[in-house]
T-cell receptor
Framework: AQSVTQPDIHITVSEGASLELRCNYS??????LFWYVQSPGQGLQLLLK??????LVQGIKGFEAEFKRSQSSFNLRKPSVHWSDAAEYFC?????????????FGTGTRLTIIP | SQTIHQWPATLVQPVGSPLSLECTVE??????LYWYRQAAGRGLQLLFY??????ISSEVPQNLSASRPQDRQFILSSKKLLLSDSGFYLC???????????FGQGTRLTVV
């Protein structure tokens, strides 16, 4: 079965600074990979996804992520964060090709932005 | 595009009372459907998923159950709630095999 690790529970960055949120996965083949964002009391919104092809994926709100097979990683990046980026971020992995698509989520990284 | 409706948004229930949370999906047919629970300060825990009407897979043994009486309706139930059932419940769907999951706005359940 697949698994996802987000090693950083909480990250604080200054507004305007760059951001990288880490995500490592475990899966026997090339997985589907996703990053979601959740504002307090809300559902999850998809930021970006990787299924195949170009390993650098562009998403909404200026986010990007890079799939690195050798490191089993799919880290999320943003060159300059805004106060509105404060939220919780979840990495997820899907297991294609087994008749149903079950997503496994990491435990999330809470992002705090300081002025 | 698909839309997921979840209700109620907030629910406070006494211990031992029953539970029924409903989720309906618009804009797609034959989706995979999921119930997740998010406890305070923790990630998302997959509770149930369904690949079709009447087909339910349980990921975590507990006093909750799920049903899918119609293609785009997914119900989470309990006969007797426990304090530990408190949390934020999210319904999600994946419309196809190469698709991300779409989420409802969630139900905040507090068992008192």
């Amino acid at each position: 079965a697949q698994s996802v690790t987000q090693p950083d529970i909480h990250i604080t960055v200054s507004e305007g600074a760059s951001l990288e949120l880490r995500c490592n996965y475990s899966y026997g083949a090339t997985p589907y990979l996703f990053w979601y964002v959740q504002s307090p009391g809300q559902g999850l919104q998809l930021l970006l996804k990787y299924f195949s092809g170009d390993t650098l994926v562009q998403g909404i709100k200026g986010f990007e992520a890079e799939f690195k097979r050798s490191q089993s990683s799919f880290n999320l990046r943003k060159p300059s964060v805004h106060w509105s980026d404060a939220a919780e971020y979840f990495c997820a992995v899907g297991a294609p090709g087994f008749g149903n698509e079950k997503l496994t989520f990491g435990t999330g990284t809470r992002l705090t932005i300081i002025p | 595009s698909q839309t997921i409706h979840q209700w109620p948004a907030t629910l406070v229930q006494p211990v031992g009372s029953p539970l029924s949370l409903e989720c309906t999906v618009e804009g797609t047919s034959n989706p995979n459907l999921y119930w997740y629970r998010q406890a305070a300060g923790r990630g998302l825990q997959l509770l149930f998923y369904s690949v079709g009407i009447g087909q339910i897979s349980s990921e975590v043994p507990q006093n909750l159950s799920a049903s899918r009486p119609q293609d785009r309706q997914f119900i989470l139930s309990s006969k007797k709630l426990l304090l530990s059932d408190s949390g934020f419940y999210l319904c999600a769907c994946t419309p196809g095999t190469e698709s991300e999951a779409f989420f409802g706005q969630g139900t905040r359940l507090t068992v008192v």
